[in-house]
C-alpha cells in the first residue's frame, strides 16, 4: 500500500496571504495526484488532478504542483472560503488501492 | 446534473451487518465510470472501502476485504455496500462516490454524496 503523508497537519495563514501544502508519497506514484477540498459538514471537492490540472470550475488561485513522490497545493492570495481541510490522493495502482494523505487543516491566522 | 444519494440505517448494533444503498441519477451505473466507497470517521481523515465497474468483479481495501461486499442492482441504477461484523471502529461518515473511467479527469473521485452518518452501537 503506498502511504501518503501531508504536511503540516495545521497550516495558519492570513487572508490575501499565500500557503502551500504538502504531500508526500512512500512510493512514486507519477502525476496520478489528485487534491481535494472539504468545507465543514460538506463532502470533499475535486479541486487538481493529475498533479496540476484544476479540474472545472476550480479558480486560478489553486495550483498543484510535483511528480513522483513529492507534491503541493498553492493557494495564493487567500479568501475566506478557502479555509478547509485538503486531503491528497494517489491514484496509481492497479488493481485499485486508493490511499488518501491524513489532511491538512487550513485554518485563519 | 449528476446526483448520488445513499440510503440505510443510521444505527448499527455491534456485530451486526452495515447496509447502505447509493442511487445514481444523472449517469449510469453502467458508464465507463467507477462506483466506489469511501468512510470518514469524525474527525479523520478519508478510507477507501472499495469499488466496483459496471457489473464486474469488486475490488476492496485490503484492510476491510474480509467483511465487505459491493454490488450492482442493475435495474435500480444504485450500487450497495454491506460490511459485516461490525464494531464501533466502523463508526463513521460513509460517501458513495463516483470515480472517473475515462477521458480527463480519469482515475479520480469527481462526484460525492452528502454522506451518512452510520454509528455502530448497542
Known amino acids: 500500500e503506498i502511504e501518503m503523508t501531508q504536511s503540516p497537519a495545521t497550516l495558519s495563514v492570513s487572508p490575501g496571504e499565500r500557503a502551500t501544502l504538502s504531500c508526500r508519497a512512500s512510493?512514486?506514484?507519477?502525476?496520478?495526484l489528485a487534491w481535494y477540498q472539504q468545507r465543514p459538514g460538506q463532502p470533499p471537492r475535486l479541486l487538481i488532478f493529475?498533479?496540476?490540472t484544476r479540474a472545472p470550475g476550480i479558480p486560478a488561485r489553486f495550483s498543484g504542483g510535483g511528480s513522483g513522490t513529492e507534491f503541493t497545493l498553492t493557494i495564493s492570495s487567500l479568501q475566506s472560503e478557502d479555509f478547509a481541510l485538503y486531503f491528497c490522493?494517489?491514484?496509481?495502482?492497479?488493481?485499485?488501492?486508493?490511499?488518501f494523505g491524513q489532511g491538512t487543516k487550513l485554518q485563519i491566522k | 446534473q449528476v446526483q448520488l444519494q445513499e440510503s440505510g440505517p443510521g444505527l448499527v448494533k455491534p456485530s451486526e451487518t452495515l447496509s447502505l444503498t447509493c442511487a445514481v441519477s444523472?449517469?449510469?451505473?453502467?458508464?465507463?465510470?467507477?462506483w466506489s466507497w469511501v468512510r470518514q470517521p469524525a474527525g479523520k481523515g478519508l478510507e477507501w472501502i472499495g469499488e466496483?465497474?459496471?457489473?464486474?468483479?469488486?475490488y476492496y481495501n485490503p484492510s476491510l476485504k474480509s467483511r465487505v461486499t459491493i454490488s450492482v442492482e442493475k435495474s435500480k441504477n444504485q450500487f450497495s455496500l454491506k460490511l459485516n461484523s461490525t464494531t464501533a471502529a466502523d463508526t463513521a461518515v460513509y460517501y458513495c462516490?463516483?470515480?472517473?473511467?475515462?477521458?480527463?479527469?480519469?482515475?479520480?473521485?469527481?462526484?460525492w454524496s452528502q454522506g451518512t452518518m452510520v454509528t455502530v452501537s448497542s
Open positions: 466496483i465497474y459496471q457489473s464486474g468483479s469488486p
Open positions: 444523472g449517469d449510469s451505473i453502467y458508464s465507463s465510470n467507477w
Open positions: 462516490v463516483r470515480r472517473v473511467g475515462a477521458g480527463p479527469p480519469r482515475g479520480v473521485f469527481d462526484m
Open positions: 493529475g498533479a496540476s
Open positions: 512510493q512514486s506514484v507519477a502525476n496520478s
Open positions: 490522493h494517489q491514484y496509481n495502482n492497479w488493481p485499485p488501492l486508493h490511499t
